[in-house]
Nanobody
Framework: QVQLVESGGGLVQPGGSLRLSCAASGFIFRIYTMGWYRQAPGKQRDLVADITFGGSTNYAESVKGRFTISRDNAKNTVYLQMNSLKPEDTAVYYC?????????WGKGTLVTVSS
């Protein structure tokens, strides 16, 4: 079955960096778009970035120029490099994909940006 497992979250100071990873299994990773969403306390879950099977990327305006999404098809892993982090980036970050019309989510990893 499809499984998505996020890692790499934690506590970081404003201006710092983190790299999130999402290890995928149970489907042909290389042919599907992968995405990262985030959900802050009391807010809806919003798209952060996504990447197609061909490597085309799309970013939320709030993270453009600071975050970079990438994928390693040999490792079935998608990454989110987050630089110049701000307190408003604090959220649970989720990895997601849609396989044969059905959406799948990981359990999320918490990112806290605070001094």
């Amino acid at each position: 079955q499809v499984q998505l497992v996020e890692s790499g979250g934690g506590l970081v100071q404003p201006g710092g960096s983190l790299r999130l990873s999402c290890a995928a299994s149970g489907f042909i990773f290389r042919i599907y778009t992968m995405g990262w969403y985030r959900q802050a306390p009391g807010k809806q879950r919003d798209l952060v970035a996504d990447i197609t099977f061909g490597g085309s990327t799309n970013y939320a305006e709030s993270v453009k120029g600071r975050f970079t999404i990438s994928r390693d098809n040999a490792k079935n892993t998608v990454y989110l490099q987050m630089n110049s982090l701000k307190p408003e980036d604090t959220a649970v970050y989720y990895c997601t994909t849609r396989v044969r019309g059905e959406g799948y989510w990981g359990k999320g990893t918490l990112v806290t940006v605070s001094s």
